[in-house]
């Protein structure tokens, strides 16, 4: 009796689908920061919150920098979630029981709750600390204003985005 087993074959990643869920997360995320930072709490401008996402490469010049480091700032943002949103097409490519779970929409919804918690504990306790940007600590509200914001402005869209059909 012979058998054969079958090699195990990831789905190919698509590119499209990351470039939509990434650039759809930078997005949202872009906006939901400028509306709720500069908007409502007016606690900044616009070019400071793309010139501190650029601090975390310049350090704090970046500050000084103008319209040109903001621009920095942002491009950055950008290839951040297209980054995470690369992460997660990876993980599914190479994890069966992640496609399953996504195969439903309760499983799109809860995979895409829980990726953005560790995206956003991932920059923030993980990542963060090796650039010259500040961690937001775990006692301020924005560390927890970002940790409920970004399951559902940066992993809900990745992973719905992203999910295989």
């Given at each position: 009796?012979?058998?054969?087993?079958?090699?195990?074959?990831?789905?190919?990643?698509?590119?499209?689908?990351?470039?939509?869920?990434?650039?759809?997360?930078?997005?949202?995320?872009?906006?939901?920061?400028?509306?709720?930072?500069?908007?409502?709490?007016?606690?900044?401008?616009?070019?400071?919150?793309?010139?501190?996402?650029?601090?975390?490469?310049?350090?704090?010049?970046?500050?000084?920098?103008?319209?040109?480091?903001?621009?920095?700032?942002?491009?950055?943002?950008?290839?951040?979630a297209l980054?995470?949103?690369?992460?997660?097409?990876?993980?599914?490519?190479?994890?069966?029981?992640?496609?399953?779970?996504?195969?439903?929409?309760?499983?799109?919804?809860v995979a895409?709750?829980?990726?953005?918690?560790?995206?956003?504990?991932?920059?923030?306790?993980?990542?963060?600390?090796?650039?010259?940007?500040?961690?937001?600590?775990?006692?301020?509200?924005?560390?927890?204003?970002?940790?409920a914001w970004?399951?559902?402005?940066?992993?809900?869209?990745?992973?719905?985005?992203?999910?295989?059909?």
């Amino acid at each position: 009796v012979t058998t054969t087993v079958a090699p195990f074959e990831a789905p190919a990643i698509d590119a499209g689908k990351i470039a939509r869920a990434g650039g759809l997360a930078a997005l949202l995320d872009a906006s939901f920061v400028v509306v709720l930072y500069v908007l409502i709490q007016h606690r900044t401008t616009v070019y400071r919150i793309w010139q501190g996402v650029a601090s975390a490469l310049l350090g704090p010049s970046a500050f000084d920098g103008g319209g040109r480091t903001a621009a920095i700032g942002f491009g950055m943002h950008i290839c951040i979630a297209l980054a995470w949103a690369t992460v997660w097409a990876v993980l599914l490519s190479r994890s069966a029981p992640l496609r399953r779970l996504v195969s439903t929409n309760g499983g799109v919804i809860v995979a895409g709750v829980l990726y953005g918690m560790v995206v956003w504990l991932m920059m923030n306790d993980v990542l963060i600390p090796f650039t010259h940007a500040k961690v937001t600590p775990m006692s301020s509200a924005s560390f927890w204003v970002q940790f409920a914001w970004h399951p559902f402005g940066v992993g809900l869209p990745i992973v719905a985005i992203s999910r295989t059909r």
